[in-house]
């Protein structure tokens, strides 16, 4: 018996929508490497981790140096972790370097150097989530898994329920709204995913909506529902200048430009206010992103 859940919408209607958002894929998808044909599964994987909270206009000038310089997980494993810091340069969140450099180790070390191709050995790796490991499997070896990401989200919530935006965390409804309207076949689900993912990223954005070019428009529930505003919580931007975030980018920009280690002093030079910056700092270690040395330098982490 399938488990799958039952599609809100008739198999008519199914078959529609799956045919309209990928023949607009066809037409509209971006050009992007980790899409290319030669693309490779640690290719992608790199391209997931780094595209997390990250637009792509930024993550692809690194991903590309990224994966020239370090073609496979051995060639990243065989570094020491604090290079793949240096090379994450300020795309943020840098623990991600972290931990795609875990990753790169544990699949040199348990996986002959190669990225599995299914869910499960990808969700095992370490610092790889559910997410990343569906996106993986579906977008590298066209596994048949339900790619949620906060795009995808919004195409689902506009086009299928009607709401202007989604809940604030992805819910369970949402999970199995996901696998609902999956096609059957696995590399149809693939490339559906990703197709309503670019879907979201270029038509459905979330502050002005392109409602006539999207390929749903005479169907979507939310414009023939009028459009209703959001009802939910205000979704705020992040604040940037003053906070610890800053900071912490300034003491690893510090780090990153040079091969040796720096003195206290140094990086006291990056920001005025002592408190805020040895809190940062310490942070930063207990991160495992800056490794402290006992003549009392700093250096990005060497194991």
Partial sequence: MSTTPAS????????????????????????????????????????????????????????????????????LAAEAPGEAVRAWDRLGYPRRALRLHAAAVALRDEHGGEVPDDHARLLALPGIGSYTAAAVASFAFGRRH??????????????????????????AAEQRLAVALLPDEAPTAARWGVAVMELGALVCTARSPRCDDCPLLDRCA???????????????????????????????AVLRAGADPVTAEELA??????????????????????????????????T
């Fill in 8 to 75: 809100p919408l008739g198999a008519a209607s199914l078959r529609d929508l799956h045919a309209r958002v990928l023949a607009w894929y066809d037409d509209h998808a971006r050009d992007l490497p980790w899409r290319a044909p030669d693309r490779t599964p640690w290719g992608v994987l790199v391209s997931e981790v780094m595209l997390q909270q990250t637009p792509v206009a930024r993550v692809l000038p690194r991903w590309l140096e990224w994966v020239q310089r370090w073609p496979t997980p051995s060639d």
């Fill in 146 to 171: 339900a790619v949620v990401d906060t795009n995808v989200r919004r195409v689902h919530a506009r086009a299928v329920t009607g709401a202007a935006e989604p809940a604030p965390a992805l819910t």
């Fill in 222 to 252: 939310w414009v023939l529902a009028g459009r209703p505003a959001h009802d939910g919580p205000a979704r705020r931007g992040q604040a940037w200048a003053g906070t610890d975030r800053q900071v912490r980018g300034r003491l690893l």
């Fill in 269 to 302: 030079a990056c920001w005025p206010d002592a408190p805020q910056r040895a809190r940062c700092l310490d942070g930063l270690v207990a991160d495992g992103l800056v490794e402290p040395l006992d003549d009392g330098r700093y250096c990005l982490p060497r």
